[in-house]
């Protein structure tokens, strides 16, 4: 790792400033990602900006039917919270399948989103429950959130401090894990809205990161069962391609994680 | 170069390092808690676990300045004197090591396992395939894990017995 000044911040405003300092400074949150990457010189920020401490940034809040969760609430907590798991089951069972117990005690929402890793698990349920992301200057809705790999609305200095998710008639997740790094090979979130609306996004598949998935919405709007999905064709244009799957097996994949998520969801 | 201050095994500690400090690194070099091994330095094997406020995370994927005002928990610090945690003993009656470099930090996510599901009030009976399951960010390229698991659910009971006659 290159040399950094290390920064923990007291507050929003603190985290704010301490970042304007730096001529090249990066919010951490768990580190679960930009550490590792940091280890391998793949980036060099001046200054990291500690933001997981905040007392503001942490918590989770379900009232009515919205279930808030502040941004640097780690993965564990959210897959344990008796009130993320009676509003959005298919939220706390996501949490819970992330990485490994150890990532889950650090890693958080917040950081998982502003990354934007395209096999991440949290855009999938983002973009499937039109979730909104807050931030210390604005409210942002899913749709216009993800740009592709790695790249988020999110300005330079602008920092993720909650994310609003609207509690769902049904939802579910599905996720078939990279066998070494646990990140989906191709993660499957479908959710049905109260307003009798359904919303399907992939992650790991595309080759611009998360995605909402049209045919599997269609077929879901006419018959919500894993079995309206048998006719499905997903097409392999732009998706990913790698050593472990080729696109045709990832555009499989996507029908098949999203058959199993509608079964769990029920 | 910063001070970091951290209470490790008990004992209240300050330490100069670079801001770029890894825990992992602040427990090996300058503690000389050599217990903590670093495996894969890609924070996927688990030889670096370590507890963080009473949760087992991996020290090699923590700066030491994010551990400031923390409570550590090191291999070193598990063993009351001569007499080792149940863990420990459970690991050494099954066999559950081989070349031994996976063994701390097997030892310290175990021992999280445990706890865990003590405290979610499935009386510590975990059964084989939640062990082998949570036991994912850790690897061991000897043994094959099989003892290793027969030694976390040995030592479940034990550790049950011993909260039991706390």
Same mark, same amino acid.
């Given at each position: 790792?290159?040399?950094?000044?290390?920064?923990?911040?007291?507050?929003? *405003?603190?985290? &704010?400033?301490?970042?304007?300092?730096?001529? *090249?400074?990066?919010?951490?949150?768990?580190?679960?990602?930009?550490?590792?990457?940091?280890?391998?010189?793949?980036?060099?920020?001046?200054?990291?900006?500690?933001?997981?401490?905040?007392?503001?940034?942490?918590?989770?809040?379900?009232?009515?039917?919205?279930?808030?969760?502040?941004? #640097?609430?780690?993965?564990?907590?959210?897959?344990?919270?008796?009130? &993320?798991?009676? #509003?959005?089951?298919?939220?706390?069972?996501?949490?819970?399948?992330?990485?490994?117990?150890?990532?889950?005690?650090?890693?958080?929402? $917040? $950081?998982? =989103?502003?990354?934007?890793?395209?096999?991440?698990?949290?855009?999938?349920?983002?973009?499937? =429950?039109?979730?909104?992301?807050?931030?210390? %200057?604005?409210?942002? #809705?899913?749709?216009?959130?993800? %740009? $592709?790999?790695?790249?988020?609305?999110?300005?330079?200095?602008?920092?993720?401090?909650? &994310?609003?998710?609207?509690?769902?008639?049904?939802?579910?997740?599905?996720?078939?894990?990279?066998?070494?790094?646990?990140?989906?090979?191709?993660?499957?979130?479908?959710?049905?809205?109260?307003?009798?609306?359904?919303?399907?996004?992939?992650?790991?598949?595309?080759?611009? $990161?998360?995605?909402?998935?049209?045919?599997?919405?269609?077929?879901?709007?006419?018959?919500?069962?894993?079995?309206?999905?048998?006719?499905?064709?997903?097409? #392999?244009?732009? =998706?990913?391609?790698?050593?472990?799957?080729?696109?045709?097996?990832?555009?499989? =994949?996507?029908?098949?994680?999203?058959?199993?998520?509608?079964?769990?969801?029920? | 170069?910063?001070?970091?201050?951290?209470?490790?095994?008990?004992?209240? @500690?300050?330490?100069?390092?670079?801001?770029?400090? !890894? !825990?992992?690194?602040?427990?090996?070099?300058?503690?000389?808690? /050599?217990?903590?091994?670093?495996?894969?330095?890609?924070?996927?094997?688990?030889?670096?676990?370590?507890?963080?406020?009473?949760?087992?995370?991996?020290?090699?994927?923590?700066?030491?300045?994010?551990?400031?005002?923390?409570?550590?928990?090191?291999?070193?610090?598990?063993?009351?004197?001569?007499?080792?945690?149940?863990?420990?003993?459970?690991?050494?009656?099954?066999?559950?090591?081989?070349?031994?470099?996976?063994?701390?930090?097997?030892?310290?996510?175990?021992?999280?396992?445990?706890?865990?599901?003590?405290?979610?009030?499935?009386?510590?009976?975990?059964?084989?395939? /939640?062990?082998?399951?949570?036991?994912?960010?850790?690897?061991?390229?000897? /043994?094959?894990?099989?003892?290793?698991?027969?030694? @976390?659910?040995?030592?479940?009971?034990?550790?049950?017995?011993?909260?039991?006659?706390?």
């Amino acid at each position: 790792m290159y040399e950094t000044n290390y920064h923990r911040a007291s507050s929003i *405003d603190d985290a &704010v400033a301490q970042f304007a300092k730096g001529t *090249d400074s990066k919010f951490l949150s768990g580190g679960q990602t930009l550490l590792p990457v940091m280890k391998q010189r793949l980036a060099a920020p001046s200054d990291v900006i500690d933001v997981a401490k905040i007392k503001d940034m942490i918590g989770i809040d379900v009232s009515g039917d919205t279930v808030t969760i502040k941004a #640097a609430t780690p993965h564990y907590d959210v897959a344990q919270s008796d009130a &993320v798991k009676k #509003a959005i089951p298919a939220l706390a069972s996501l949490a819970s399948e992330i990485g490994d117990p150890a990532v889950r005690y650090r890693g958080t929402i $917040g $950081g998982s =989103l502003a990354n934007n890793d395209p096999a991440a698990d949290y855009p999938a349920a983002v973009l499937a =429950l039109g979730a909104t992301i807050k931030t210390n %200057k604005r409210s942002i #809705a899913a749709e216009d959130f993800f %740009k $592709g790999l790695f790249s988020t609305a999110l300005e330079d200095g602008e920092i993720i401090t909650a &994310v609003s998710f609207p509690v769902p008639a049904k939802a579910g997740y599905a996720k078939f894990p990279n066998p070494a790094s646990r990140f989906a090979l191709t993660g499957v979130f479908v959710a049905k809205t109260k307003a009798g609306d359904v919303r399907v996004a992939a992650t790991g598949a595309s080759q611009s $990161g998360v995605m909402r998935v049209g045919p599997i919405e269609q077929a879901l709007k006419a018959n919500w069962a894993a079995s309206a999905l048998d006719s499905v064709t997903i097409a #392999a244009s732009g =998706l990913l391609a790698d050593i472990h799957g080729s696109a045709d097996y990832r555009a499989n =994949l996507v029908k098949v994680m999203g058959q199993r998520a509608v079964t769990a969801a029920g | 170069m910063s001070t970091v201050k951290l209470t490790v095994n008990g004992k209240a @500690v300050s330490v100069d390092v670079e801001d770029r400090t !890894l !825990l992992v690194h602040l427990l090996r070099e300058n503690l000389n808690l /050599t217990g903590t091994h670093v495996g894969c330095d890609t924070s996927q094997c688990g030889a670096c676990v370590v507890h963080v406020d009473g949760r087992a995370v991996k020290s090699c994927t923590m700066l030491a300045g994010q551990a400031a005002g923390s409570n550590v928990t090191t291999i070193e610090g598990l063993a009351k004197g001569d007499e080792l945690h149940p863990m420990q003993a459970a690991f050494r009656d099954n066999h559950g090591l081989q070349c031994g470099y996976c063994t701390p930090g097997m030892i310290m996510s175990a021992v999280d396992i445990v706890h865990r599901h003590h405290s979610q009030g499935s009386g510590g009976k975990l059964d084989e395939e /939640t062990v082998r399951h949570e036991l994912e960010g850790n690897i061991c390229r000897c /043994t094959g894990y099989h003892n290793i698991v027969k030694a @976390v659910l040995d030592a479940a009971g034990r550790m049950k017995v011993a909260q039991a006659a706390e």
